[in-house]
């Protein structure tokens, strides 16, 4: 454990708010992930990013964006067009290379008022 | 396209008895496969992945590429492997995962 981490544990949001949830690492990882686990739905990839300053849309990355300003931050920003916000956001990290391991944070699990 | 699915959400399995989780994958290239496990109230993790060619906590997974299959196995239950299995595939040139839907594994008493 350790070597990730994200907060809040919970995060409330209002109709029509933006909300952001934080992920850090000190594993000099240079690629980060943000998923979004639903029962029944597995993980699915919101965005990630291979190096800092750069970063890719993945399967549902419509009403979420995420910045990497620093190799050790990837935060995403729940937006309001994000119409069924309600979920578990997993954020993880890896060393970039391919098909290697990909080390998951705690989660933050979102819900709306 | 890359696919990976599990068939089964819920295994359950007497303590003591085999477990068997299927996971069958579709990718055109040499995938490297993984199983990663989520146990309650922790966060998941890395059980095994086919290039290690490890047992970790009895389970083995072989890679069947005859099949595309890349099932997880246990002989012998036990009540601390219930948890939620996801099966995962990263293709030759990715460093992205795709996960499957997750099989939650319920050992019986």
């Known amino acids: 454990d350790g070597g990730i981490t994200q907060s809040p544990k919970y995060l409330f949001r209002k109709e029509g708010q933006n909300v952001t949830l934080s992920c850090e690492q000190n594993l000099n990882h240079d690629a980060m992930y943000w998923y979004r686990q639903d029962p029944g739905q597995g993980l699915r990839l919101i965005y990630y990013s291979q190096i800092v300053n750069d970063f890719q849309k993945g399967d549902i990355a419509e009403g979420y964006s995420v910045s990497r300003e620093k190799k050790e931050s990837f935060p995403l920003t729940v937006t309001s067009a994000q119409k069924n916000p309600t979920a578990f956001y997993l954020c993880?990290?890896?060393?970039?290379?391919?098909?290697?391991?990909?080390?998951f944070g705690p989660g933050t699990r979102l819900l709306v008022l | 396209a890359q696919r990976v699915t599990q068939p089964e959400k819920l295994l359950s399995v007497f303590k003591g008895a085999p477990v068997e989780l299927k996971c069958n994958y579709s990718?055109?290239?040499?995938?490297?496969l993984f199983w990663y496990v989520q146990y309650s109230r922790q966060r998941l993790q890395l059980l095994l992945r086919h290039i290690s060619r490890e047992s970790i906590k009895g389970f083995t997974a072989d890679l069947n590429k005859g099949e595309t299959s890349f099932h997880l196995k246990k002989p012998f239950a036990q009540e601390e492997d219930s948890a939620m299995y996801y099966c995962?595939?990263?293709?030759?040139?990715?460093?992205?995962?795709?996960f499957g839907k997750g099989t939650r594994l319920h050992i019986l008493p």
């Open positions: 995962a595939l990263s293709g030759s040139r990715d460093d992205k995962i795709i």
């Open positions: 990718y055109s290239g040499s995938p490297e």
């Open positions: 993880a990290s890896s060393s970039g290379l391919a098909q290697e391991t990909q080390y």
